[in-house]
């Protein structure tokens, strides 16, 4: 948020707050799907809580990935704006 212009930091709240909402709400009709989809109730469970580590672990690595190329970006870009 440090990086946004002070005219849009509403907006961006607005975005990340949205972003944040959607990914609970899907990450939880996920884990249910996967859950009731099994024949009995500790089998779904544990077959819900395996999906969303492996989401976790996936998210996690493409940030790790990601996450020193955008830092780079973001500094060049606020050292060609003075």
Not at 32 to 60: K, Q
Request: cysteine-free; proline content about 1%.
């Amino acid at each position: 948020m440090s990086d946004v212009a002070d005219e849009a930091a509403g907006l961006a709240s607005g975005v990340v707050t949205t972003g944040h909402e959607l990914g609970a709400a899907f990450g939880v009709a996920a884990s249910s799907a996967v859950a009731t989809a099994a024949s009995t109730f500790v089998a779904g469970y544990a077959n819900g809580f395996v999906a969303v580590a492996g989401v976790a672990a996936l998210v996690a690595s493409i940030a790790v990935a990601a996450g020193p190329r955008a830092r780079a970006r973001i500094d060049a870009e606020a050292g060609a704006r003075g």
